[in-house]
């Protein structure tokens, strides 16, 4: 339904580099990447707020690239709503409707269903000075659908919500997306939303598209630095194959070695990553895990958490670690603790260093 190709646009001293990546229709896709990655341009550029420097953008088939945002039948809700302050919520979702001239009965008809929809009926004469963020959220997308795009953007839609909110705003757009078949591209900035939600993640970085596909396999694979951090992976360690005596090869990181499943070529440099929460942590080697990759250090750091702990712990190299407090000793881990850490060799997955000038990583 949105296919992208070879998209490229420069604002100020920011480009979008041939960007091409596609949304089958009916599906829903999440972008994802740290804050300046130029995942709001790409949107804006999509919904035809900013002409393109080269590329092509198709919406269901038709090359919109250089039609108007009004023509191209994209629904767009921003992160902070931009609702219009002197309208009312009636005002606001009957906005794009009056402008692309519905008569007034089709589009009081329209704007109340959309109301009703989004359980928001009750609060049609208010000013969304009067609203909660919930309430400006549902707005906003009934805003949204005012004018029956057939692909919605969402930037960012449920960061500025409480959790309970959150959660049922998160429900109801999944339920709208799968009973209307509506194509939607979100950004976000939170993995549970991309389980929850999409069928496809495109991750991006500095104007340039890193990695796409399902959520499960972008996030268990990462092929970048910067996706293997999106991914959750907290631990992300530079080291270089080396071969060992057993006739493997090791990842030197630092003072110290470890092993992974995978075969590293020797001379090869990596981004070597780990999750903190694959990381088991004892007072002193045991052997009951077998083989695999045993670290000594010393906890700095202590951090409560919902689930547990989350620890700093130096040694050869530093690692993240968390700890459940269903497993932790009694009494736990504290600062100045000296422990050892082990971590499964199937547990390490490894990420090759792009050969650039400068050991620059892209």
Not at 75 to 89: E, K, M, R
Request: aromatic content about 6%; some cysteine; hydrophobic content about 40%.
């Amino acid at each position: 339904m949105i296919a992208v190709e070879g998209l490229g646009i420069t604002r100020g001293a920011f480009n979008l580099s041939a960007i091409t990546f596609a949304v089958p229709a009916g599906s829903y896709t999440i972008l994802m990447g740290p804050s300046g990655a130029g995942k709001t341009l790409l949107l804006e550029t999509i919904a035809g707020f900013y002409p393109p420097s080269g590329g092509t953008v198709t919406v269901g088939g038709v090359d919109v690239t250089l039609d108007p945002p009004e023509k191209r039948r994209i629904g767009f809700a921003y992160q902070d709503y931009s609702l219009f302050p002197h309208l009312t919520v009636e005002g606001n979702v009957s906005f794009g409707l009056r402008m692309a001239g519905v008569p007034s009965r089709q589009r009081g008809e329209t704007v109340q269903g959309l109301l009703a929809r989004f359980n928001i009926l009750s609060l049609a004469g208010r000013y969304p000075g009067a609203l909660s963020g919930g309430e400006k959220q549902r707005v906003a997308l009934a805003r949204a659908l005012g004018t029956r795009p057939v692909v919605l953007l969402l930037d960012e839609p449920f960061a500025a919500l409480d959790s309970d909110t959150r959660s049922s705003c998160i429900q109801e757009v999944k339920t709208l997306q799968q009973e209307t078949g509506l194509t939607i591209l979100q950004v976000s900035h939170a993995r549970d939303e991309a389980y929850l939600l999409a069928d496809q993640v495109l991750v991006m970085d500095k104007g340039v598209l890193l990695q796409s596909g399902r959520p499960s396999e972008v996030f268990s694979r990462p092929a970048h630095r910067t996706v293997a951090s999106i991914a959750g992976f907290e631990n992300v360690l530079e080291g270089t194959a080396e071969a060992a005596g057993d006739g493997t090869n090791h990842l030197i990181i630092g003072q110290g070695t470890l092993v992974a499943d995978s075969a590293p070529k020797t001379g090869e440099k990596y981004f070597i990553c780990i999750r903190a929460g694959d990381i088991a942590l004892t007072r002193e080697k045991t052997g009951k895990e077998g083989a695999g990759n045993w670290i000594d250090g010393q906890v700095v750091s202590v951090i409560a958490t919902d689930l547990g702990s989350r620890l700093r712990v130096e040694g050869a190299f530093p690692l993240t670690v968390d700890v459940s407090r269903h497993l932790a000793p009694v009494p736990g881990f504290r600062n100045g603790d000296r422990v050892v850490a082990w971590i499964d060799p199937r547990d390490v997955h490894l990420i090759p260093v792009p050969a650039l000038p400068g050991g620059e990583d892209r």
